[in-house]
C-alpha cells in the first residue's frame, strides 16, 4: 500500500499552514531523512522530512497552496516495488482542489475550498473594542497581530531614546522564540538587542543594575515561567530600591513575555503570575488584550520610570486587532476600559479573560442580560473607579481569570468592590478562575482546569438570580 | 571519609579520551538495540505530533542515543536518573516501557504520569527515574540532592544527573557543585553537549566551552568523551561510577553530542546548515558505528534486520496503544494535589 505524507502540525498552537514549496518531484527517490517541501507557518517556514523510503507517488496539494489544515494528505509515497497503478489503492479523500491564487492571496477563498475542516477550533477571533478615549476621531486604523503591535512598540522607543535596548533568550539571532523580536537585531545591531545565555537570574540582575545606572533595559522572560529564576531580582532589587534609598535610586526597566496558560506544555509552563507580581508595591503591572493596547501601553511601560511586570500571551500573539496609525501613540498605565457597555451586571477581567467575558457578553445579551464588560488592562494600580462606577450602575459584578482564584486578582477586585459599593450590591461578587489545580497535559484534563465561556455565563446569571 | 583516590581524571579538567576499549559482541548488540529502540520511538513520536495525536513541546533524542545508553550501561540496581525535558531517551534507557512513556504523549491514562505531566514531566520511582524536567537547571539541584540522599544513608549508589550545554550557565549548576564537592556527593553531572541550546550555538552563549573544565574552582574533575561512540561513553561512565562510588565525591563528563532535529518540534532549525547535520550523520551516527562494527566482526544483515524488526514491533505496539487508551477519567483532574 502506498503511504500517505500528511500536513504535519509543527508547532503547538498550529492548525494549518501554507504549502510553499515541493522540493521533490513525482517519480523521485526517497529516502528517510530527506526534505521534501517547504510549509510555512505564522512564525516561520519548516522544512518536511520523510520518515519513510520509497518514490514520490503523487503530489495531493500543490506548491502555493495556502491554509492546508493539519493531517491533510499533501502526497503518497510508493514503496519499493509499487508503481504508480497502486496509488489507486489509497482510499483516502480525493485529492483536494487547490486554490488557484498564490500563497498569499489565497486566504479567504482557500478557507471555502479547503480539503478538510481543521480540527474544531475556529478561525482566530479578531479583538474590537469600543474606540478608546485616547484615540483621535478619523484615526486611520491598521490591522495588526499582537505580536507585530509589540515588536512596533519597541522598534518605536528603540528610535525614540538611545538609553532603551533589549535582552533576553534567543531574541537576536533567532529573532525571538515567538518571534516577537522580529527585525530588530537587523534594524538596531547586536549591541542594543542582546541574546543572553540561559540565566534568568543572572541577566535579570544584569538588568537591573544597568537600569540603576540610568538605562532602560527590556528584559524579555522566554515565558514567564522562567523569570520564576530570577523572582528575587524583580521583587528585592528593582521593585525595592527606590523605597529604600530614600527616594534615590529607581530602575526604569521592563520585564516582558508571555504569561499564563499555553497549550498543552503542561504545569510547568502553564500558570498566570498576574497575581503575584501584583501584590509587590513598588512594580506596575500590565496585562493587555487588544492589539491597540498591547501597543500603546508597552510604549507606555517603557517610557514609565519604574519596573513594570508586561504580561503578555502567548495564544493571542497571533491574533489580529486595530491599531491607531499615530506618530506616538501611549495608553495611560493604570486606566481600565469598558469593552462593552451594559446595565445589567458587570464583568471584569484583563488579558485572556477577556475571550471569555467578551464571548459570554454575546451569548448573555441572547438571553436578554446586557453585560458591561471591564477590561482591566492594568493590574496594578488598578482603576478602582471604572469598577466601583459601573457596579454601582449594574448592581452585580463577575470576575474572570485563567489564574488560581485564591488571592488572585478576582479577589482583590471582589474586595474593592466589596468596600466602595457594597450598598449598591444586589448579590455576591462571584469568581470564575482557572480550577484549583496544576496545569494538567492531558487535552480533556486542560480544558476542564480553564475557565470557560459557560462557567462565566453560569456566574452572571446567578448574580442576576436569572 | 576515604582519601581521594586520583585514579580517574585530572583534576585540572578534561583529558582527551583515546581510542575506547572494544566492546564484547553481546554488549555490542546490546548497544545497538538499546541506541535502535530510542531512534525508532523518536522517529514514531515525529510522526505523532505531526498528526496531532502529540501536543505542547516534543523535544527528540535523535542523534544523542549513545549518550545515555552507554551510561546506563556502568549503572547498578538502585542508582538514580534524572534528566530536562529531552528526556524520552533517558526513560527507554533505564527500561521504562515504550507503551507507558508513549500514551504519556499522548496524554492518556496508560502514560507513566497518568496523562498529567506529557512529555516533559515523567517519573518512575520503580525504575530511580527522577523526571522529566521542564526548568532549564533546575534538575542540577535536584540530582545533587538524589547524591545527599545516597550518602545520607549510607549506600553506594549514585545520581546520574544529566543536562545540556545551555542549562550549564544556570547559576544553580555552579551552586551545587560547589556542595557537591564540599560534601562529596556522589553525582556524575553528565553535560550533553549537543552543540546548541534552542538556536544559541555553544560560542554564542559559553566563555568557556570546554565543559569538562567547569568545575575546576570547585575542585571537580572532568572529563570530555565522544557522545557519539557508545564504547566511549561506557568506559568514561564505568571510571566516573567507580570514582563516585569510592567516596571522591562528583565528576563532570561532558558528552560531545549531536542533536539530528531542531530543538523542539517547531523550531525551523535556520541557525545551522543542513550540510552541517548531513555530515554528523554521515560521519558520526551513533547507531551506524556500532551497526558496521558488528557486520565487519561477521554479524549477518539478516541478524540485525530482525533486531530493527523486534524494535519496531515494540513501537508500533506502543503507538498503537497510545493512540487508542482513553484519555483520564475527569476525575483526575483534582486527584495527586496533596496526599
Ligand atoms: C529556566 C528556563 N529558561 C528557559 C527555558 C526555555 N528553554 C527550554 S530548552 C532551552 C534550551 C536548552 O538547551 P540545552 O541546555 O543545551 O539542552 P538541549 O535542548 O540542547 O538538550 C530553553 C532556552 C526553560 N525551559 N527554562
Ligand atoms: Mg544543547
Not at chain 1, 144 to 155: N, S, V
Not at chain 1, 253 to 262: C, E, K, L, T, Y
Not at chain 1, 382 to 405: C, L
Not at chain 2, 243 to 254: A, H, Q, S, T, V
Request: hydrophobic fraction near 40%.
Amino acid at each position: 500500500m502506498p503511504i500517505q505524507v500528511l500536513m504535519p502540525a509543527l508547532s503547538p498552537t498550529m492548525e494549518k499552514g501554507n504549502l510553499a514549496k515541493w522540493l521533490k518531484k513525482e517519480g523521485e527517490t526517497i529516502k528517510s531523512g530527506d526534505v521534501i517541501a517547504e510549509i510555512e507557518t505564522d512564525k516561520a517556514t519548516m522544512e518536511v522530512e520523510a520518515t519513510d523510503e520509497g518514490t514520490l507517488g503523487k503530489i495531493l496539494i500543490p506548491e502555493g497552496t495556502a491554509d492546508v489544515a493539519v493531517n491533510t494528505p499533501i502526497a503518497t509515497i510508493l514503496a519499493d516495488g509499487e508503481s504508480a497503478a497502486d496509488l489507486a489503492k489509497v482510499s483516502a479523500a480525493p485529492a483536494p482542489k487547490a486554490a488557484e491564487a498564490p500563497a498569499a492571496e489565497a486566504k479567504g477563498d482557500a478557507k471555502a475550498e479547503a480539503p478538510q475542516p481543521a480540527a474544531k477550533a475556529p478561525a482566530a477571533p479578531v479583538n474590537e473594542a469600543l474606540p478608546d478615549p485616547e484615540i483621535p476621531a478619523g484615526t486611520e486604523m491598521v490591522t495588526q497581530t499582537i505580536r507585530e503591535a509589540l515588536r512596533d512598540a519597541m522598534a518605536e522607543e528603540m528610535r525614540r531614546d538611545g538609553d532603551v535596548f533589549i535582552m533576553g533568550e534567543e531574541v537576536a539571532e533567532y529573532q525571538g522564540a515567538y518571534k516577537v523580536t522580529q527585525g530588530l537585531l537587523q534594524e538596531f545591531g547586536a549591541r542594543r538587542v542582546i541574546d543572553t545565555p540561559i540565566t534568568e537570574h543572572g541577566f535579570a540582575g544584569v538588568g537591573v543594575g544597568a537600569a540603576m545606572a540610568g538605562l532602560k533595559p527590556i528584559v524579555e522572560f522566554m515565558t514567564w515561567n522562567f523569570a520564576m529564576q530570577a523572582i528575587d531580582q524583580i521583587i528585592n532589587s528593582a521593585a525595592k530600591t527606590l523605597y529604600m534609598s530614600g527616594g534615590q535610586m529607581g530602575c526604569s526597566i521592563v520585564f516582558r513575555g508571555p504569561n499564563g496558560a499555553a497549550a498543552r506544555v503542561a504545569a510547568q509552563h502553564s500558570q498566570d503570575y498576574a497575581a503575584w507580581y501584583s501584590q509587590i508595591p513598588g512594580l506596575k503591572v500590565i496585562a493587555p488584550y487588544s492589539a491597540a493596547d498591547y501597543k500603546g501601553l508597552l510604549k507606555a511601560a517603557i517610557r514609565d520610570p519604574n519596573p513594570v511586570v508586561f504580561l503578555e500571551n502567548e495564544m493571542l500573539y497571533g491574533h489580529t486587532g486595530e491599531v491607531p496609525k499615530l506618530p506616538d501613540f501611549v495608553v495611560p498605565i493604570g486606566k481600565a476600559r469598558i469593552a462593552r457597555a451594559g446595565k445589567d451586571v458587570t464583568i471584569v477581567s484583563w488579558a485572556m479573560g477577556m475571550s471569555y467575558a467578551l464571548k459570554a457578553a454575546d451569548e448573555l445579551a441572547k438571553e436578554g442580560i446586557e453585560a458591561e464588560v471591564i477590561d482591566l488592562r492594568t493590574i496594578r494600580p488598578m482603576d478602582t473607579e471604572t469598577v466601583i462606577n459601573s457596579v454601582k450602575k449594574t448592581g452585580r459584578a463577575v470576575t474572570v481569570e485563567e489564574g488560581w482564584q485564591q488571592s488572585g486578582v478576582g479577589s482583590e477586585v471582589a474586595a474593592r468592590i466589596m468596600e466602595h459599593a457594597f450598598d449598591y450590591l444586589d448579590a455576591p461578587v462571584a469568581r470564575v478562575s482557572g480550577k484549583d489545580v496544576p496545569m494538567p497535559y492531558a487535552a480533556n484534563l486542560e480544558k476542564l482546569a480553564l475557565p470557560s465561556v459557560a462557567e462565566v455565563v453560569a456566574a452572571a446569571k446567578a448574580v442576576s438570580y436569572r | 571519609m576515604a582519601a581521594p583516590k586520583k585514579s580517574v581524571a585530572k583534576e585540572s579538567g578534561q583529558e582527551k579520551a583515546g581510542s575506547p576499549p572494544e566492546f564484547t559482541r553481546e554488549q555490542e548488540l546490546k548497544a545497538l538495540r538499546d541506541m535502535l529502540l530510542i531512534r525508532r520511538f523518536e522517529e514514531k513520536a515525529g510522526q505523532l505530533y505531526g498528526m496531532g495525536a502529540i501536543g505542547g513541546f516534543c523535544h527528540l533524542y535523535i542523534g544523542q542515543e549513545a549518550v545515555v545508553v552507554g551510561m546506563q550501561m556502568a549503572l547498578k540496581q538502585g542508582d538514580e536518573v534524572i534528566t530536562g525535558y529531552r528526556d524520552h531517551g533517558h526513560m527507554l534507557a533505564c527500561d521504562m516501557e515504550a507503551r507507558g512513556v508513549m500514551a504519556e504523549l499522548t496524554g492518556r491514562r496508560g502514560g507513566y504520569s497518568r496523562g498529567k505531566g506529557g512529555s516533559m514531566h515523567m517519573f518512575s520511582k520503580e525504575k530511580h527515574f527522577y523526571g522529566g524536567h521542564g526548568i532549564v537547571g533546575a534538575q542540577v539541584s535536584l540530582g545533587t540532592g538524589l547524591a545527599f540522599a545516597n550518602r545520607y544513608r549510607g549506600n553506594d549508589n549514585v545520581s546520574v544527573t544529566y543536562f545540556g550545554d545551555g542549562a550549564a550557565n544556570q547559576g544553580q549548576v555552579y551552586e551545587s557543585f560547589n556542595m557537591a564537592e564540599l560534601w562529596k556527593l556522589p553525582v556524575i553531572y553528565v553535560i550533553e553537549n549537543n552543540r546548541y541550546a534552542m538556536g544559541t550555538a555553544v560560542s554564542r552563549a559559553s566563555a568557556q566551552q570546554d565543559f569538562s573544565k567547569r568545575g575546576v574552582s570547585f575542585n571537580i574533575p572532568g572529563k570530555q568523551v565522544d557522545g557519539m561512540d557508545v564504547r566511549a561513553v561506557k568506559a568514561a561512565a564505568d571510571e566516573a561510577t567507580a570514582w563516585c562510588r569510592g567516596g571522591n565525591g562528583p565528576i563532570i563528563l561532558e558528552m560531545q553530542t549531536y542533536r539530528y532535529r531542531g530543538h523542539s518540534m517547531s523550531d525551523p532549525a535556520k541557525y545551522r546548515t543542513r550540510e552541517e547535520v548531513e555530515k554528523v550523520r554521515h560521519d558520526q551516527d551513533p547507531i551506524e558505528q556500532v551497526r558496521n562494527r558488528l557486520l565487519a566482526s561477521g554479524v549477518s544483515e539478516q541478524d540485525l534486520k530482525a533486531i530493527d524488526a523486534e524494535v519496531r514491533e515494540i513501537v508500533n505496539e506502543a503507538a498503537d496503544f497510545a493512540q487508542h487508551d482513553p484519555e483520564p477519567d475527569a476525575s483526575e483532574l483534582y486527584t495527586d494535589i496533596y496526599r
